[in-house]
């Protein structure tokens, strides 16, 4: 079959499946699914709550099909319609359980979804987050169990793993080199074709799947390992007494030293990928001890954070219970709207237990998502004539950059500045 020929389906339209779907709608036949009918809903209706899709490119992609019927885009919650499509492209969630085990069962629905539908010659390209092995170990059996066809003989997959940073909108889709895969030499051309004939960067076409499906998982561990290094520096510079940033600008002055720096380690990536690659090890009979210990580090600081502002409210003579606290920014990292996987609401939990009343407030974040995955509210506006005893600044957005922080540590707030964005003059403690 001709590359022109392909009717690909993404299943999944979230951060990542929607500006792939987009994309290949300007080129393709392409069949945007998600379970999820609220979701299936914005989108016809021009919407993203992402704030990730080119909105202008979505509509000519969906006007494309309108008046054509063979390129474009068109999207659906019904599996029937994935009957047209004889690619398909998996771009689900795979997260972790509350054991910080791999969670797969997003991914294996998918399979089992795309298995009912499956014909002679179809390929399977998944780009979620996974372990090596884990596309012919765990979803092959579930695509051949509900199709009734077999591997590499009637039906065929590739591995591309996603590269959306959500908020980046430099380092988009198409502007990215991407990593390439399938299960034969054949397909694994093809895969390359695919995805070469809509980005403008190239690709990389790894050997086999399972080393692209390993280099995903290393991308993000590494980012892991080097942030967590940071933030134990971070631990250490304050029980010394001095400042983790003026030890990185002194030790940055050298050539090869890389500026990483201290932070909460939230999101869908950094935070989840370590606990696959480690999963996996685990199962072959390594324990992976920097990949846990980073995890461990990292997983610390958001109580560091919480204890800090408690002993410091103490020194300024603050009484700790019932006392006002401002948390600024609950979305895992700056002008974006993702929470997922957010550290905040771990500081806000822990001072709430000391008997604080904590406001959080961020302009971007859904209080409808904060509310249903953590049982937080946001304020809707920061009220200024409120006293706050501390006011925690965790995420760095536009709009932080000109709070009156002065204001509050002038009244005898405790300032505390997570991200560094602060200016120094009024800041009690930073990371």
């Not at 590359?3 to 993404?10: C, G, K, Q, Y």
């Not at 919407?47 to 909105?55: I, P, S, V, Y």
């Not at 103490?314 to 979305?331: E, F, R, Y």
């Amino acid at each position: 079959m001709k590359l022109n020929d392909r009717v690909i389906a993404v299943i999944g339209l979230g951060y990542v499946g929607l500006p792939l779907a987009i994309e290949y709608g300007k080129k393709y036949r392409v069949i945007g699914f998600d379970v999820f009918q609220g979701r299936v809903d914005e989108l016809k209706e021009g919407k993203d709550h992402t704030l990730e899709a080119d909105l202008v490119g979505m509509k000519q992609a969906c006007d494309a099909f309108k008046s054509t019927g063979k390129i474009g885009l068109t999207f659906t919650s019904d599996p029937e319609e994935l009957k047209q499509a004889n690619t398909y492209i998996v771009t689900v969630p795979t997260p972790i359980d509350r054991f910080n085990n791999p969670d797969l069962t997003p991914l294996l629905k998918a399979s089992e979804t795309i298995g009912k539908t499956l014909n002679r010659g179809d390929i399977v390209i998944y780009e979620s987050t996974v372990y090596p092995g884990c596309t012919e170990e765990d979803c092959v059996p579930v695509l051949e169990k509900n199709s009734g066809l077999k591997f590499n003989q009637d039906f065929f997959c590739g591995y591309s793993p996603e590269r959306i940073n959500p908020g980046d909108k430099v380092n988009t889709l198409t502007k990215i080199k991407k990593i390439t895969s399938g299960s034969t030499p054949e397909v694994a051309d093809l895969v390359d074709a695919l995805y070469n004939s809509i980005l403008l960067n190239g690709t990389h076409r790894a050997p086999n799947m399972k080393v692209a499906e390993a280099a995903k998982a290393v991308e993000n561990s590494q980012r892991d390992v080097n942030i967590s290094f940071m933030n134990e520096l971070a631990l250490i510079c304050d029980r010394v007494g001095i400042d983790t940033n003026d030890v990185i600008e002194a030790a940055g002055t050298k050539w090869n030293f890389l500026k990483y720096r201290p932070g909460l380690v939230g999101g869908h990536c950094i935070s989840v990928d370590p606990y696959y690659l480690a999963h996996k090890a685990k199962s072959l009979g390594y324990e992976p001890h920097v990949i846990l210990s980073g995890r461990a580090v990292n997983n610390s600081i958001s109580k560091f954070i919480a204890d800090k502002v408690l002993k410091l409210m103490i020194q300024k003579d603050q009484k700790v219970k019932d006392a006002n606290v401002l948390i600024l920014g609950v979305t895992f990292k700056e002008n974006c709207p993702d929470c997922r996987n957010t550290k905040v609401v771990d500081i806000a939990t822990e001072l709430e237990e000391f008997g604080c009343r904590v406001d959080i407030y961020d302009p971007w974040a859904s209080p409808a998502v904060v509310k249903h995955e953590y049982g937080k509210d946001l304020i809707p506006a920061i009220d200024p004539d409120k006293p706050y005893q501390a006011v925690i600044a965790c995420v760095s957005h536009d709009q932080f950059r000109t709070f009156d922080f002065k204001k509050y540590h002038d009244q005898g707030a405790v300032v505390f500045d997570v991200k560094n964005f602060v200016d120094r003059s009024v800041v009690d403690s930073r990371l």
